[in-house]
């Protein structure tokens, strides 16, 4: 499949002041730069100005980044490699964001000829005949990029080129250039073309990238025939398909100047940044909450259980924030809180419960612990709740909660329970303020925020062992000094 941005599908009209001929082009000083050369000058244009050069990319700055930077700069072809879910393709998106915004063509030219440099027989006697009244045409960088997803079925053809029958048939001969149909490699001449998951390219096609690698250039069907590619190679590759599933043959390995290693975010405060940049919350989810999926979906990552060779993407904490936040929206449309007057939907602790069923098809679990994954899933989701709690309200006196239900009165939450509902039974509570103030909810939280913020201190004097908790049969949670009546356990587990 040959993908590309939706930018690059209606990119923008060209500046006006543009030069238009060959002659206006060399008139304006305008000098040919190869594509590495294009990338070295403007990456080093961003440094040196302290700009940002590869935005939306989070927790690579001290890691992966340096190295892609040190690539480009020695002008390189490289792979990277990583799990699912580590940004690989995203990162190999935004390198074309440091080509030129224009760059001058050929108008009409399948591989994007410079004016300055033709490669065609037929190019090039077009520019010695038009000379500086060639006309040009400009292409905007978002056109630049090229990315073909590897698959079994995938040709030489469709990478490199082919014999077109039709232009065979109106008359011209096999010897003829103008008879081939080029492929997807040399259409992006002139800018960067991916590979995503090369180890599935299969090893008699990965021959056919050799010579792009090395010689930059195209063979087709045993033709005398030499185009000098310019263009950036980027591949990317699980580690694992690397070894074992597919490969990558040794002289494509070895042909790749630099091998980039990904990885998922090194701590807590960059998997919370990358799920506040990327999900998109249909709800607000309290920062507390957030903290809370971020560590479960640490935990996932790290658990005996979870095959650690697929990984666990980073979508998973993505996909768990946009889940608990539609969780939130529903209960607020179906009990019609907001014309209750108790404003937007907020999302609750206990609304992650729901993504342990969810997405329980994002985990690769080891083959041992068939028709546990759910159970499991769930112990790691107490888990993380437990350790934001501790981490958060660690040494808070939290005794009137505790006295709240000392004398048997029991807290009803769960996923239909309204906000009014909620804060009606708990009341006043002395060490709330306090409590919510930890939470980062301030002195003056709205209805739905005190509702999560009195829910998550529940939860965790529950995990702690401090309050008892019920389950009732129509998912109603109660919570109690001792084991309230009418409902089934759920248990101290933390």
């Known amino acids: 499949m040959f993908q590309v941005t939706e930018i690059s599908q209606l990119p923008p009209n060209p500046p006006a002041d543009l030069p238009r001929t060959l002659g206006e082009l060399r008139a304006a000083g305008h000098r040919y730069r190869t594509v590495k050369q294009e990338l070295r000058n403007n990456l080093l244009t961003r440094m040196r100005a302290g700009e940002e050069r590869f935005p939306g990319i989070v927790g690579y700055q001290d890691t992966v980044l340096p190295e892609v930077e040190r690539a480009l700069l020695a002008g390189h072809d490289l792979v990277l490699l990583g799990e699912r879910g580590q940004g690989k393709t995203r990162l190999i998106r935004g390198l074309a964001q440091l080509l030129d915004e224009w760059t001058p063509v050929l108008p009409g030219s399948v591989l994007n000829e410079h004016p300055l440099h033709p490669l065609t027989p037929a190019t090039r006697r077009l520019v010695a005949e038009t000379g500086d009244d060639l006309p040009i045409a400009w292409l905007h960088r978002s056109m630049r990029y090229g990315e073909k997803l590897a698959t079994p079925d995938t040709s030489v053809g469709d990478l490199i080129g082919d014999v077109d029958p039709i232009r065979i048939a109106e008359g011209r001969t096999l010897g003829d250039p103008e008879t081939i149909h080029f492929g997807l490699v040399p259409r992006t001449n002139r800018g960067i073309f991916a590979v995503n998951e090369l180890p599935d390219l299969a090893e008699r096609i990965q021959v056919a990238l050799l010579n792009v690698l090395e010689e930059r250039d195209i063979q087709v069907r045993g033709y005398q025939l030499r185009l000098p590619l310019d263009l950036l190679l ?261």
């Open 234 to 494: 980027v591949a990317s590759a699980n580690p694992e398909d690397y070894t074992n599933r597919g490969r990558i043959i040794t002289p494509l390995k070895d042909r790749f100047g630099a091998e980039v290693r990904t990885h998922y975010p090194l701590d807590l405060e960059l998997e919370l940044d990358l799920i506040r940049q990327e999900a998109e919350l249909v709800a607000a989810v309290p920062e507390h909450v957030l903290e809370v999926l971020a560590r479960f979906a640490r935990a996932v990552r790290e658990s005996p259980s979870v095959d650690p060779r697929s990984g666990v993407s980073a979508r998973f904490a993505i996909a768990a924030a946009e889940t608990v936040a539609a969780a939130a929206l529903r209960r607020g449309s179906l009990l019609g809180e907001d014309a209750e007057g108790t404003g937007a939907p907020v999302a609750r602790v206990g609304d992650a419960v729901s993504v342990t069923s969810t997405l329980r098809g994002k985990v690769e679990f080891e083959s041992g612990e068939e028709g546990r994954e759910v159970e499991i899933l769930g112990h790691l989701l107490r888990t993380a709740t437990a350790e934001t709690f501790r981490d958060r309200l660690a040494g808070l006196d939290l005794s009137g909660f505790i006295n709240l239900v000392a004398e048997g009165t029991v807290i009803e939450t769960g996923e239909l329970v309204g906000t009014a509902d909620l804060l009606r039974q708990v009341g006043t509570v002395p060490g709330l303020a306090k409590a919510l103030d930890r939470l980062g909810l301030g002195d003056a939280p709205t209805p739905g925020e005190a509702a999560a913020g009195i829910e998550f201190v529940l939860e965790g004097l529950h995990l702690t062992r401090r309050l008892a908790k019920d389950v009732t049969e129509d998912g109603r949670t109660r919570y109690g000094g001792r084991n309230p009546e009418g409902g089934r356990s759920a248990g101290g587990r933390g």
